[in-house]
């Protein structure tokens, strides 16, 4: 019906409009255009024009001062104290030189500090930049630059891994003496709607990372909706696992503390560990939490999952959420789960659904869009598309950010006039995703128009990987691209083109120096060529899967049971037929999603407590079974119950 109803429509277009170019025509009828402009983004919301996250903060602390407002394993924290600390160190930073618009970077683990510098910043009129320190060097060496960082806040253990930078270095224990004698009153407000509140790094396709600008009114109206659709009081425990340089942890730093809530830190490398996180949620009655769909499916796999049924609400985002994934959080857990959908670029998020079982139905959708924020699905041409077929997903509305910081022209080519809106000033992101409508009105994510990825909820472009291989020496060529050889298990792979010899070992060396761990490639493959289709692209289809690395020798077999526990369950998990007691685990192709996987076996089998960051502090199996008996265990290997599938023996009979 509706494509006889759009093919109509043109008939009486070109009846009439014979001069016209065709491509001016449109499908859709008058009254299917007004309700994809207008009906479908009727999301007007009254929240005030004047919020900035300083004000809503302080108006929280000024009704509840006495509340508990951060909580560590150590310490904790009021309203009123919270406040007093960042004020004084506003005041600080005010007498420093920092206002509005003004980048201030935050090199530091995550703690009480960390939250205190946050909005310390925001109130002395500066935007932070998260610095995370799991990065390489020369990677915040060039966002230091691209940021024109003038002042880093850090902390004196970790001030010295800072690469070198005109910026000014202040040591929050440096400066202790002197905070101690600055006032704990508010600041006079410096921070508008209009100013900065946060530069979020994300990966370019150039090779060089996109310093995203996003303002205190962007983000303040996802905040607002955020309350508006959860509607956290002073019972809510939301727990900040999420590194602060994903943007997703924007949210869960600056929302619970403008409702009376309680946010709970999680220790540094805390999210990486399901175990912890499960005693976490239990200990401190979690109720909010946020997980990317890779990171849940693990953290539902967790023997002790169960005790996280305390949660009220599961949000998810980052990633594409399925429908079997779906099935599993409801079926095990009694939260709400929730599927989200928004890019740096836009204030977090922009779309919202609430998660709930559809027979027959293949795809989670992504929902509708938020207050304040308009979402248009557009063909090649720029026109809109119809109900149903799939387009570019543009996002207009008040969460689009200002832009890329110093890149002007890839500014200027994403961030766009909105043809569809009145104002004439009103602007869209233009984000690359391909969407489309279902016929009840809800958005499904189909994909990307280019060649981004998402791996483990990290937007990753491969181009920015290409860059650092191509610079090496001897290498003429690139092509990286995101394989899925063993379903469930997604690993990027550089294929690389060399004059010269080179190995892949000192390529993924520099790539280390140089990328942050969720870009380094699990593998490189060498090639004499990268194959071409008859139109010369890179076909993507002819590039062969890794010989993923096979070790383990006969001068490295296990010397007594805890090894050999150890080296049967490490091959076992990563679909090896042996491993060897020094191999690296992550050299092996191991990643953070399958450490935990790991983790989790070996103490259920040597019935012992192990924490993630063993593994990642003793990558092998001989460091490891010596951290286990040096942590004072007494590990009892028994037999492992789980049946290996017959697809896992055809995998390893196909490798080997």
């Known amino acids: 019906e509706r494509i006889a109803a759009g093919f109509r429509h043109l008939l009486e277009q070109l009846s009439g409009s014979a001069e016209r170019r065709l491509a001016e025509l449109s499908l859709l009828a008058a009254s299917e255009r007004d309700w994809l402009v207008n009906e479908w983004n009727a999301t007007a919301r009254p929240y005030p024009a004047s919020a900035t996250l300083p004000q809503l903060f302080e108006t929280q602390v000024a009704a509840t001062p006495d509340a508990t407002a951060v909580v560590t394993a150590t310490e904790t924290l009021s309203y009123a104290e919270l406040n007093r600390r960042a004020n004084r160190l506003a005041h600080y930073l005010i ?65 010295a891994e800072l690469p070198g930078t005109s910026a000014a270095v202040l040591s929050l224990e440096a400066i202790a003496g002197e905070l101690a004698t600055l006032p704990a ?15 979020i790094f994300t990966s370019g396709s150039t090779g060089r990372p996109k310093g995203v600008m996003n303002e205190h009114r962007g983000i303040c109206n996802r905040l607002l909706w955020m309350q508006e659709a959860f509607g956290l009081g002073p019972a809510d425990r939301v727990l900040h696992k999420t ?16 409702t009376g809530a309680s946010l709970v830190l999680a220790k540094p490398g805390g999210h990486r560990d399901t175990g912890y996180l499960c005693e976490l949620i239990a200990a401190q009655q979690i109720s909010t939490i946020h997980f990317v769909p890779s990171m849940l499916a693990v953290f539902l796999d967790d023997p002790h999952v169960v005790r996280a049924n305390v949660l009220r609400r599961i949000i998810c985002s980052g990633e594409t959420l399925t429908t079997d994934l779906q099935s599993r959080a409801l079926n095990t857990l009694d939260a709400h789960l929730f599927n989200l959908y928004g890019p740096t670029e836009a204030a977090v998020d922009v779309t919202f659904w609430r998660c709930r079982p559809e027979p027959g139905v293949t795809r989670v959708p992504i929902g509708h869009p938020v207050a ?18 799939p387009g570019e997903l543009w996002i207009g509305g008040v969460q689009v950010a200002r832009g890329y910081i110093n890149q002007p022209e890839l500014s200027a080519e994403r961030f766009t006039a909105d043809p569809f809106a009145e104002e004439p000033e009103a ?24 060649d981004q990825v998402k791996l483990r909820g990290y937007r990753i472009e491969p181009g920015e990987i290409e860059t650092v291989f191509v610079a090496q020496s001897g290498v ?49 493959v060498l090639l004499e060529q990268l194959p071409l289709t008859p139109s010369g692209k890179l076909d993507r289809a002819r590039l062969p899967a890794p010989e993923w690395r096979q070790a383990g020798t006969a001068a490295a077999e296990p010397r007594n049971p805890v090894e050999a526990t150890l080296a049967e369950i490490w091959a076992d998990t ?19 999603l399958i450490a935990m996987q790991l983790v989790s076996r070996i103490m259920a089998r040597l019935q012992v407590q192990l924490p993630l960051d063993a593994l990642f502090n003793t990558p092998t199996v001989a460091g490891l079974a010596a951290a286990i008996s040096t942590a004072g265990n007494d590990p ?17 009979r196909r490798r080997k």
């Not at 995370?132 to 630059?145: G, S």
């Not at 407000?189 to 530069?199: G, H, K, T």
């Not at 679909?575 to 050299?587: E, S």
Request: hydrophobic residues 45%; charged residues 20%; contains cysteine.
């Open 185 to 199: 009153g508010n600041p006079a407000a410096r921070a508008q709607p209009e100013s900065l509140a946060y530069i």
């Open 427 to 450: 602007r869209v992101y233009r984000t690359g995703d391909i969407a489309r409508l279902r016929d009840d009105g809800a958005l499904e994510f189909l994909g990307r128009s280019d």
């Open 372 to 389: 304040n924020t308009r979402i248009y699905i557009v063909t090649p041409d720029g026109a809109l598309a119809a109900p149903g077929a």
């Open 476 to 524: 003429s060529r690139c092509a990286v691209m995101l394989r899925e050889d063993t379903p469930g298990d997604q690993r990027l792979v550089a294929y690389v083109c060399a004059t010269a010899a080179v190995s892949s070992d000192d390529l993924l060396a520099a790539a280390r120096e140089r990328l942050p761990a969720f870009m380094v490639p699990a593998a490189v």
């Open 574 to 592: 990563l679909q090896l037929d042996q491993v060897g007691i020094h191999d690296d685990f992550f050299a092996l192709g191991g990643h953070s």
């Open 95 to 159: 007498a420093a030189g920092v206002g509005p618009d003004l980048p201030v970077g935050v090199y530091m683990e995550r703690s009480i500090d960390l939250v205190v510098a946050l909005y310390a910043i925001i109130k002395a009129g500066g935007a932070y930049v998260p610095l995370d320190p799991d990065y390489p060097q020369q990677r915040l060496a060039q966002m230091l630059a691209d940021a024109q960082v003038n002042w880093v806040l850090t902390h004196a253990a970790v001030a």
């Open 243 to 258: 590194p602060f340089s994903f943007d997703v942890s924007v949210w869960e730093l600056f929302w619970p503390l403008q």
């Open 636 to 652: 009892r290997p028994a037999p492992d119950s789980r049946p290996i599938s017959r697809t896992a023996r055809r995998d390893r």
